[in-house]
């Protein structure tokens, strides 16, 4: 059974640090390009960030140079790291993992951006 499980979410003020950890199982990890998505309240789900199996990164433009995403294959964990926190970052973020037509989800973690 494939799991995708997201830890590290929770309140921070703006300024603020937060790494996001999301851990498989029941996948071949190294194989699968993985994404972090977020979703605001009344807004739609957006790619945040995504790293491929050979460790290629891209980001969206508006966390570029604030976030940074990695991976570990051997303990099939992909991290977050999101400094410089702003309010509009508030949202429950998603880890996506993806190979060919087959993807998986997690079950997301909140995110709250505020003074």
């Known amino acids: 059974q494939v799991q995708l499980v997201e830890s590290g979410g929770g309140s921070v003020q703006p300024g603020g640090s937060l790494r996001l950890t999301c851990a498989a199982s029941?996948?071949?990890?190294?194989?699968?390009?993985i994404s972090w998505y977020r979703q605001a309240p009344g807004k739609q789900r957006e790619l945040v960030a995504v790293?491929?199996?050979?460790?290629?990164?891209n980001y969206v433009d508006s966390v570029k140079g604030r976030f940074t995403i990695s991976r570990n294959n051997a303990k099939k964990t992909v991290y977050l790291q999101m400094n410089s926190l702003k309010p509009e970052d508030t949202a429950v973020y998603y880890c996506?993992?993806?190979?060919?037509?087959?993807?998986?989800w997690g079950q997301g973690t909140q995110v709250t951006v505020s003074s």
């Open positions: 029941g996948i071949t990890f190294r194989l699968y390009t």
């Open positions: 996506n993992a993806m190979l060919g037509a087959r993807g998986h």
């Open positions: 790293i491929t199996s050979g460790g290629d990164t």
